[in-house]
């Protein structure tokens, strides 16, 4: 293998360290990438800056071999290459980080690297080499750990130094910070910052503008699949980013309305619930309320228990025998051993955070999808009979109220994107105007101007006195909308706090506070590799 | 090297001519098969698929066939809908025979009109009472529908074959496994159609048939049922979700489909035999799954895949006689025809597509991605499990 030489020469200061001209790539009718000039310089902390389905992926496996651009070319060092194969890639010196970890379960944090690396290295030289670069850059590692037994951040660290024991002069990292608690993020930042040091190009993609802000020197923003600005970020704000990201005025989502002290609309108390299958997280005596006009953040990183959560509070999952101390309320009314349709009739609304399959069907139209959680409304079925019409008139007020975008009168639900297909389950819920609405990750996955839209009308039901329940993992979503937070971790939730009243590092702590993580794995994890 | 890839989109017209376009090859294969057996290609597909409907008695004949065919597939519908295999039909219309001929032998006397209603009632049951059995172990304890269904057909092959050996037996039957002929009442009678008279051995059966495919087909396309019954199918969480109960649903569909397969062996041996032996059936059980598929599960099709199958069926008889071709052919067409509808529904989610070398690392990769989401759902899914 051919190590990129880390000491570089003074003239290629001026040189680009990797550069595309003109590069297109085209699926079928979807031009994804258009002539997109960019140049990345040695040390330099780059962010690519778009929006889901701007581009970004496919210019990054441009780069990175997976993909063969239809027109223009790349520069590396100045000169130009085709690059035919992540191989390729890896022997000039790109790294990459992907979103999905590609990493098996089952074995070891050493035995994971020595499947990435040329088979020249013993698994004792390895092992130390893992332990010295990690602690270099202040990623402690242990080579012998098992991968299920690691938390998400720690198994973006072996990625990381997986890319960095190739010692590579530019690397890609695809939305790194989507699954870290912002401690692990300024963990990951201050490694990133120190790599750019020592003359190694960062190329950082992302649509969280504060971190790009925070990171990053120059941007490179895509929309459409094509390069609009290049910009120093340090001379934008974060609302100039957005604008220049989806092309349009970000609309303020206004103040938040204190609501005034009024009755409980929605409690849980001693909420438990054992872990029953290898992947699921136990649930240990959960309690909140909510009032009417509040909306309560659920924080916490994916995989604490919110699926769990989630069920409990659908009814999808009740518990076994109706005396525990589990105690699910709406008002006075006691919900706990009732299911989900019937919670549905008590004033209830949920929207579970799977789009596909969970909350919506794809391989059913929009008018069948309006039907899932709507048949029990009046004039919809009578005496077990559909009435066509009124579902499809239901489906349509629906996507006309909440500015659904759709291919045809009444498309099948996989023809929307997943930004439209979110604004219609949200809006299929809101429009019913539950007492209570219960809803996970309301914002994964969909461009800004659907997340703005949906919070926006998640925001208006609470001031109609509704209470709303939000779990997510995006904090600043939780702190843009909620006027209560909470923080689920490992299962356990902490006590409510009022936003106003706290940092983003407070919740921070909170969400990775528990060291049990790996405890609870290895109680009960079978270690079946993917 | 070739991939399949998904489709995004499903052309309209892909979904009519598939099962047209397996039909015409599945001739096709037919003939050159005929011509690699030594006999006149053209001759025999003409007695294959054409002298069967040369005579009106024949046409009588055909639909007759195509009864029992039609009424079990418009309950396999049903099954395979909601993602669930039931395979045993087979089993599900012996039962179903031995219930009306319980009912029956019990009134040997009997006269009533509402005879003939008794027995249809008693086979349903009976038929659903043995397709309960796989949905209950697989509700209870995730024991696969496929196995457990065909196995049951087994069970239910030797269990009509020891009545009608033993308890069952006509004393008066010589020794011949046999039982006694079932009372008038018990019988279907053949149909007279005006002005024409009778066709064939058309009997009442075919209509009911009709009948039950058109009910079929508006509960599983207008009722919260048949709702409940595809969204179990297609995405079982968000029927969870939506408040529905799956393991009510698989028992639903289970007994069905096997009161249809029930009533389909009633009608066969009260219109056909007149009494119970050891074969009832002639693999119509079998037969009835490719006719759903043929469908493309939606009943009103059934009828049409219902005749097209019954004429291969028929066309096996008349050729046998006429040209001593074997009748396993036509068994051979089955599973030609089978294989090119499965062969079919591939292509129709998936194309075919070539690709180079770097494309195919990316698709890995593609691959790989996908699996770490889906194992990401199935920890999920396996969340919200109650």
Redesign the interface.
Known sequence: MTKAPRKLNPKSKDTPLLASYGMTKSFGDLVANQDINFSIYPGELHALLGENGAGKSTFI?MAY????PDQGYLEWRGERITV???QQARAMGIGMV?Q???LFEALTVAENIALALPPDFTRQKLSQMIKTKSAEYGIPLNPDSIIADLSVGQQQRVEIVRCLLQNPSLLIMDEPTSVLTPQETDQLFQVLKRLAKQGCAVLFISHKLDEIKQLTTRATILRGGIKVAEVKTKDQSTRQLAELMIGAKVKEIGTLSTPKSSKTLFSVSGLSRSA??????ALKDISFSVKAGEILGIAGIA?NGQ??L??AL?????PASAAGVNKIMIGAADMTPL????R?RAGLA?I???RN????????TLS?NA???G?DQADV?RR???N?DNTLAMARHISKTFDVRQPSDDP?AS?LSGGNLQKFVVGREIIKSPQVLIVSQPTWGVDIGATQFIRTAMANLAKQGSAVIMISQDLEEIFQIAHHIAVLNNGQLSETLKVDDVTPEHIGLLMGESPTRSGKARSGKARVS? | MIILQKRKDIPTFLTIAVPIIAILITVLAGGIIFALLGYPPLAALYEFFIAPLSRPDQVGNLLVKACPLIIISTGLIFCYRANVWNIGAEGQLILGAMGAGWVALSFPEAESPFMILAMAVMAMLAGALWGAIPGLLKIRFKASEILVSLMLTYIAIFLVDWTVRSPWRDPLAFGFPLTKAYPDAGLIPVMSLPGIGRLGQLHWGVPVAFLVAICGWFYLTRSLGGYQIKLMGDAPRAGRFAGFNQGRVTMFVMMVSGGLAGLAGMIEVSANIGMLQPQISFGYGFTAIIVAFLARLNPLAAIAAGLVVALAELGGDTAQISMRIPKVVTGIFNGILLFMLLAGETLTHYRIVWVGVTEKANIEKASIEKASIEKANIKKDGASHG
């Open positions: 496996k071999g997976l993909l063969q035919t194969n992540p992907f999905h970890f590609s029953e299958g290898p992947f699921d997280i995989g699926s769990e989630m069920a659908t009814g999808e999952w009740r299911a989900p349709a019937a549905r949920f579970p955070e799977e399959g969970h909350a919506a069907v794809p391989s059913m069948e039907l899932l959680t048949y079925v077990g009979i559909i066509h099948l023809s993917s």
